[in-house]
C-alpha cells in the first residue's frame, strides 16, 4: 500500500498539466491513498487549492498538508497559484485501498440507538468537537514527525465498517490500542490542547491536539485528562490515561487524525506496532 515518493513525483510530473513552467512543482512527502496524508512544500506565498476548494492554512515557509478521506476517488487536482498570479495544476492518482469489516454485538441498545432524550447532547457534543477543529495555526510543531501514543496490540483499524448489533454503522475512524485503563497517553507530536471534554455521549472523555496546518489529533474513550485547553504540549509528554468511557466495550485508546475536514488514517504517520514494541522492549 505504501507508494515510493519518487514515483509518486514521476507520475506527477507526467500527469501535470502546467500553465506556467517557471516555478518549481512543490515537493511531498506522504502518501497519495484513501485515508492518506500528505505533508508538501510550494513556494512562500503561494495559495494551494485541491479539486478548487482553498487549503485554509499555509505556512509563511510554503509548507502545508492534505488529506484523503477513505473513500476518495482520484485523480487529485491541486492548484498553486502564485504570488505573481500565475498558476499551475497538477494531477495525483489515488491508491484504492480494502477495508475491514468488524462486528461488535451485545451493546446495550440505547448505546446503539440513542433515546430521542439524548439526542440533543449528541448534536451539543459534535458542535464542540466541529468548533474545536476550526483553529489554524501554523507553528511548527511537526518538526519531529509522529509518534505512537501509546503502545499494546491494535485492536481497532482506520476505515473498517463495524456493524453494531447487526446493523451497519458508519466507518471507523480511528486506530485503538488495546491497552489497560490507566495506561499513560502521550502527546505523538508537539501540539495545542483544542478540547478537553470530560465526557461525551459516544467517546467519553475526549481530548483534541492540534498539531497546526490544519492537522488534528482526537484522543477517545479516556479515563483522564491531564491537559487544560490553551496547554502547548511537547511529543512524548503525557496528556491523558486509557479508560473506557463513552462507547467502549473494554478499556482502549481510539486515536483519531483530522486534516481539515479530511478523516485520515493515523496509523500511516507511525511505524508499525511491532516495530515501536521492540523499541519500548529495549529501552525498558
Same mark, same amino acid.
Given at each position: 500500500? @505504501?507508494l515510493?515518493f519518487? /514515483?509518486i513525483?514521476?507520475?506527477?510530473?507526467?500527469?501535470?498539466a502546467?500553465? /506556467?513552467? !517557471?516555478?518549481a512543482e512543490? *515537493?511531498y512527502?506522504?502518501?497519495?491513498?484513501?485515508?492518506? $496524508?500528505v505533508?508538501g !512544500? *510550494?513556494?512562500?506565498?503561494?495559495?494551494?487549492?485541491?479539486?478548487?476548494?482553498?487549503?485554509?492554512t499555509?505556512?509563511?515557509?510554503g509548507?502545508?498538508?492534505?488529506?484523503f478521506?477513505?473513500?476518495? &476517488?482520484?485523480?487529485?487536482?491541486? *492548484?498553486?497559484?502564485?504570488?505573481?498570479?500565475?498558476? &499551475?495544476?497538477f494531477?495525483?492518482?489515488?491508491?484504492?485501498?480494502a477495508?475491514?469489516?468488524q462486528?461488535? %454485538?451485545g451493546l #446495550?441498545?440505547?448505546?446503539v440507538t440513542?433515546? #430521542?432524550?439524548v439526542?440533543?447532547? $449528541?448534536k451539543?457534543d459534535? @458542535?464542540q468537537?466541529? &468548533?474545536?477543529?476550526?483553529e489554524?495555526? /501554523?507553528?511548527?510543531?511537526?518538526?519531529?514527525?509522529?509518534?505512537?501514543?501509546?503502545?499494546? #496490540? $491494535?485492536?481497532?483499524?482506520?476505515g473498517? !465498517? @463495524?456493524? =453494531?448489533?447487526? &446493523?451497519p454503522?458508519?466507518?471507523?475512524?480511528? +486506530?485503538?490500542?488495546a491497552?489497560? /485503563?490507566?495506561t499513560?497517553v502521550?502527546?505523538?507530536?508537539d501540539g495545542?490542547v *483544542?478540547l478537553?471534554?470530560?465526557?461525551?455521549y459516544?467517546?467519553?472523555a475526549?481530548?483534541?491536539?492540534?498539531?497546526? =496546518?490544519g492537522m +488534528?489529533?482526537a484522543?477517545?474513550?479516556?479515563?483522564e485528562? %491531564? +491537559?487544560k485547553v490553551?496547554? +502547548?504540549? @511537547? !511529543?512524548?509528554?503525557? $496528556?491523558?490515561k486509557v479508560?473506557?468511557?463513552?462507547?467502549?466495550?473494554?478499556?482502549?485508546l %481510539?486515536w483519531?487524525?483530522?486534516?481539515?475536514?479530511?478523516r485520515?488514517?493515523?496509523?500511516l =504517520?507511525?511505524p508499525?506496532?511491532e516495530e515501536?514494541?521492540?523499541?519500548?522492549?529495549?529501552?525498558?
Open positions: 500500500m @505504501r515510493a519518487k /514515483t513525483i514521476a507520475a506527477a510530473s507526467l500527469l501535470g502546467s500553465i /506556467t513552467a !517557471q516555478a512543490p *515537493t512527502k506522504g502518501q497519495f491513498v484513501q485515508g492518506g $496524508i505533508f !512544500q *510550494t513556494a512562500a506565498g503561494d495559495a494551494i487549492f485541491l479539486d478548487d476548494e482553498a487549503i485554509d499555509i505556512a509563511p515557509d509548507r502545508f498538508i492534505i488529506g478521506p477513505r473513500d476518495y &476517488e482520484g485523480p487529485a487536482k491541486l *492548484t498553486i497559484r502564485h504570488s505573481d498570479g500565475s498558476t &499551475e495544476e494531477a495525483y492518482d489515488i491508491g484504492d485501498r477495508f475491514d469489516i462486528r461488535i %454485538d #446495550p441498545k440505547k448505546m440513542p433515546d #430521542p432524550e439526542m440533543n447532547r $449528541i451539543d459534535n @458542535r468537537a466541529r &468548533e474545536a477543529r476550526v489554524r495555526f /501554523t507553528e511548527n510543531f511537526l518538526e519531529n514527525g509522529f509518534i505512537w501514543p501509546a503502545i499494546g #496490540p $491494535i485492536s481497532g483499524v482506520y473498517s !465498517q @463495524r456493524i =453494531l448489533n447487526g &446493523e454503522r458508519s466507518p471507523h475512524w480511528g +486506530v485503538d490500542i491497552v489497560p /485503563t490507566g499513560p502521550v502527546a505523538p507530536a495545542i *483544542t478537553a471534554h470530560p465526557d461525551m459516544f467517546s467519553g475526549t481530548l483534541f491536539l492540534d498539531h497546526g =496546518l +488534528v489529533s484522543f477517545l474513550h479516556l479515563a485528562i %491531564d +491537559v490553551g496547554d +502547548v504540549v @511537547r !511529543q512524548g509528554d503525557v $496528556i491523558a479508560g473506557a468511557s463513552g462507547r467502549a466495550t473494554g478499556p482502549h %481510539d483519531r487524525i483530522n486534516v481539515g475536514a479530511a485520515v488514517d493515523a496509523q =504517520l507511525v508499525p506496532m515501536a514494541q521492540k523499541a519500548a522492549n529495549a529501552n525498558n
